[in-house]
């Protein structure tokens, strides 16, 4: 697996709605949390005493049900009911803390804001009810869209002008943006199920997974972008007239939509008692100062892969970039230069230089990631940096160095054939394996032959730690295809059957990580891994003789695949720390791959045309009205007669036949013509003949039929054109009538096995069979 470190994450964190806060413990204490704890409770108790009273009978539930079906409307109004009864005024400025205070100043002042947020409130709880789909979330999108525009004293049209229609649009598009990521996880998920279990097991998922997964969608709902769509051009510049209240009004949305949707998954009372705690804490966040921070690397940073960004690995970044007036956040970084973006991917997954920043705060969640395709090769170390800018001029910025683990180790290709990561198609469980893709049926694998290279990378740096040696070994045959073996890394003994030596890299005269000549390395990135030391290479000296041979790696040698069966490939890099004494040698990473190896040769024979055996005559006037049977064997062993019967192991590919008149050119036989085993006219030659699955080839007695030759229309040529040549036919393949002459009959076999780097496949053939063709035919 090429990665950087040695810990391959699956799952990109949301942010936690109740992140831990030192002061959380003593917040229900406050007076000002009681009061609005109380409100909650007075909302709630309505509702909780009329649900109480139809469980006094089922027939006063059976009555209820009946008389008033639930309906989105019904849903709706009980969200209004709640949150105007729970969210009044004084609720809404007792849950600021005092900085936000400041901010807003009296309530009559932020009156626009306040009714904005009742619908933050109501369009988070109704959103987290239930599972929502794409389609689910943009029908509420639109609820709460009609509710700002209403509290904000411009409701929507009826019907929708057009530009009203814009906006709604506009809004639909930025959900699909934000909503897609957690598609593409999910979608991930699916398609590689191989990890959950483990996940399940080690505690990574519980009851509580993703459940702030609505999170990033409600931060993207309120940027400038989505606020135009969703207040109309005119309302967002009335609003945006007051700066800092418009941005504080904006994450005291956030906060409450996630206080919202928090409390449409509570259950309980104490559930609701954990999300107003949340709710009081996400608002400190929001008129903290102006505040940036990366979170302290790790010692060795590792890969975190992003489906949601089209597969994204990158190397993530951790911190803070917010306060009351923070207006967006950059990152950039060095490599030993100047500061670039290059490689800076945003939570979003926008990139430079399209989006060089970010104008969505961060508390204590990832700012960004690296991606580690655009990073220069072979980089061990990385200085970030974060870049915060508010209103009015402010401008904070931090930085941190990030020690990477630069590890390639991967099988990319065998015998030039690209390797996959697919279910293993001889194995009923799942089981998820990297195998070598079959080059006309994506879903098998492919058989290989002969003496083929095998492509990757093998290199371990940084972190400490430095690449000492490779090993390539391959473990099997394995009968009957499954369970494919689990080698056990070991730098000293990795066992197997070795497909070279170990290669050697200590930085000696004899293994020297470069050789000295310009441009030159001896580190096998996306190359043969077959290779070995040598003194090919030659370096041009001012000291005479002038060029001197240097040791080099050679990584143009082929691997002789030994006996046919399934096997894995297994590559190992090990590694030890730089200082002295150079140990613990330990394993930095391996991988491997599944590889049929198919070197049995393919078997053919003609042993019969009509009713001749060997070389003897055959008369046209026999076959008039019917055809010539063609007898012989087109078969290919079985790689493991053991395993089941399908690609690659029964790897047959097709024969073909064709005819030679002496001193003419060789004519095909018509697709009509093929009837293997007997099979109806115009089968493809594709199968075995006989078509019998052992391990040893059929014998000559054992020979069924390859073709029913139309051989009077191929081969009659009528009454003789020329009277002056009367064995002279129109068509030179052909016999007049009254001539005889020698034919020869030509048979090729030949399997699908990818041989060498080629892509050649084993065959055999031609085989000939000679014969003379006597056209008597009206005699």
Not at 506 to 533: E, K, Y
Not at 544 to 549: A, D, F, S
Not at 750 to 773: C, E, K, Q, R
Request: proline share 9%.
């Amino acid at each position: 697996m090429l990665r950087i470190g040695n810990l391959l994450q699956r799952r990109v964190p949301e942010r936690d709605f109740f992140m831990p806060d030192t002061n959380k413990s003593s917040l229900t204490q406050n007076a000002d949390f009681q009061a609005v704890l109380d409100s909650l409770l007075a909302a709630y108790r309505p509702i909780l005493e009329h649900e109480l009273s139809l469980s006094t009978s089922a027939a006063t539930l059976v009555k209820e049900a009946q008389a008033h079906p639930p309906t989105c409307d019904d849903e709706i109004e009980l969200a209004v009911s709640l949150f105007e009864r729970f969210f009044t005024k004084d609720v809404a400025f007792r849950l600021l803390p005092d900085e936000g205070r400041q901010v807003f100043g009296k309530p009559d002042q932020w009156d626009w804001c306040y009714r904005r947020i009742l619908c933050c409130l109501i369009f988070g709880w109704l959103v987290c009810r239930g599972p929502r789909t794409f389609r689910g979330f943009a029908y509420y999108l639109y609820q709460y869209w009609r509710c700002v525009r209403q509290a904000l004293g411009q409701p929507v049209s009826v019907p929708p002008t057009v530009e009203e229609k814009r906006d709604f649009n506009t809004l639909v598009k930025i959900l699909a943006s934000a909503y897609a990521p957690s598609l593409k996880e999910q979608i991930k998920d699916i398609e590689y199920p191989i990890d959950i279990p483990r996940e399940i097991e080690s505690g990574e998922i519980d009851c509580k997974v993703d459940d702030n997964a609505a999170s990033s969608v409600f931060a993207r709902l309120c940027t400038p972008e989505s606020a135009t769509a969703l207040f109309g051009s005119d309302a967002f510049n009335q609003a945006g007239a007051a700066v800092s209240i418009s941005r504080s009004c904006c994450c005291y949305c956030v906060a409450a939509l996630e206080f919202g949707c928090c409390l449409g998954k509570a259950r309980t009372l104490i559930q609701a008692l954990e999300c107003l705690e949340g709710f009081f804490l996400s608002l400190r966040r929001c008129f903290e100062p102006l505040t940036a921070i990366i979170d302290t690397p790790p010692a060795c940073s590792s890969i975190t892969s992003v489906a949601a960004c089209g597969d994204l690995s990158g190397i993530e970044i951790d911190g803070t970039a917010a306060g009351a007036a923070f207006t967006s956040y950059t990152l950039t970084y060095s490599v030993g230069g100047p500061a670039i973006n290059d490689a800076v991917v945003y939570p979003d997954c926008s990139r430079p230089p399209l989006h060089p920043s970010s104008t969505t705060q961060v508390s204590g969640g990832i700012l960004g990631y690296l991606d580690i395709g655009l990073l220069p090769p072979l980089t061990t170390s990385v200085t970030v940096y974060l870049d915060v800018y508010g209103s009015g001029g402010l401008h904070l910025q931090v930085n941190a160095v990030f020690q990477l683990e630069n590890n390639a180790y991967e099988i990319s290709a065998v015998a030039t054939v690209p390797t996959t990561i697919n279910q293993d198609p001889f194995n009923g469980s799942p089981s998820i394996i990297k195998m070598v893709q079959n080059v006309s049926n994506p879903a098998f694998e492919q058989s290989i032959g002969g003496s083929v290279s095998v492509t990757g990378s093998a290199y371990a740096a940084g972190c400490g730690n430095l690449m000492t040696q490779y090993q390539l070994s391959a473990f099997g045959p394995v009968p009957g295809a499954i369970p494919l073996p689990n080698p056990v890394p070991s730098p000293t003994a990795l066992g197997g059957s070795p497909l070279i030596a170990p290669v050697i890299y200590d930085n000696t005269p004899a293994h020297p990580w470069s050789s000295g000549c310009p441009a030159t390395t001896n580190i096998i990135m996306n190359g043969d891994l077959v290779a070995s030391w040598s003194t090919a290479e030659s370096c041009w000296s001012p000291i005479p003789p002038h060029t001197h041979p240097v040791p080099k790696i050679s990584s143009t040698e082929k691997w002789a695949s030994i006996a046919s069966g399934r096997y894995r490939i297994f590559l190992e890099v090990d590694q030890a720390p730089i200082v002295l004494p150079h140990s613990p040698v330990v394993p930095a990473g391996e991988d491997q791959v599944a590889v049929w190896i198919d070197n049995y040769p393919v078997v053919g024979a003609l042993t019969q045309i009509g009713n001749v055996v060997g070389c003897g005559d055959l008369h046209l006037k026999d076959y008039v009205g019917t055809t010539a049977s063609v007898l012989g064997i087109a078969w290919d062993y079985p790689i493991d007669v053991t395993a089941a019967r399908q690609l690659p192991n029964d790897n047959f590919g097709s024969y073909s036949l064709s005819y030679q008149k002496n001193g003419g050119s060789m004519q095909p036989f018509l697709a009509s013509d093929y009837t293997p085993n007997g099979t109806a006219a115009g089968t493809p030659p594709t199968v075995r003949v006989p078509n019998l699955w052992q391990a040893v080839p059929p014998t000559i007695p054992q020979a069924a039929l390859l073709a029913s030759w139309d051989i009077v229309t191929a081969l009659d040529g009528g009454a003789p054109p020329d009277p002056n040549n009367p064995c002279v036919a129109a068509n030179p393949w052909q016999l007049p009538r009254g001539c005889r002459c020698a034919y020869v009959i030509e048979l090729v076999v030949g399997d699908t096995t990818w041989v060498g780097d080629g892509g050649d496949n084993h065959s055999t053939g031609p085989i000939l069979f000679a014969i003379n063709i006597i056209n008597d035919i009206g005699t």
